[in-house]
Nanobody, 113 residues
């Protein structure tokens, strides 16, 4: 049974950094396409970025150059490193496993002064 558990969210000030983690069980992250999405209140879910089974990453224009996706094969986790955070980055950040069409519950990120 696949499970994805996100962690690392919190309240930060604009310009600060935050590191989110997605811990997977029941699957191997390095063998699958994994993605990060975010959803702000009252808005549609927005794609943030993807890491392929080959380790290639792609990002939404809004986060490119500020966010980095990586994975740890030993811990079986996918990480979203976020820098230079802006108030518009405030959202619930959700990890997904495309091949399983499975989504985590998300972790809340709030960027506010």
């Amino acid at each position: 049974q696949v499970q994805l558990v996100e962690s690392g969210g919190g309240l930060v000030q604009p310009g600060e950094s935050l590191r989110l983690s997605c811990a997977a069980s029941g699957m191997i992250v390095s063998n699958n396409y994994m993605g990060w999405y975010r959803q702000a209140p009252g808005k549609q879910r927005e794609w943030v970025g993807t890491i392929s089974s080959d380790g290639l990453t792609t990002y939404a224009t809004s986060v490119k150059g500020r966010f980095t996706i990586s994975r740890d094969s030993v811990k079986n986790t996918v990480t979203l490193q976020m820098h230079s955070l802006k108030p518009e980055d405030t959202a619930n950040y959700i990890c997904c496993a495309y091949d399983y069409n499975f989504w985590g519950q998300g972790t809340q990120v709030t960027v506010s002064s």
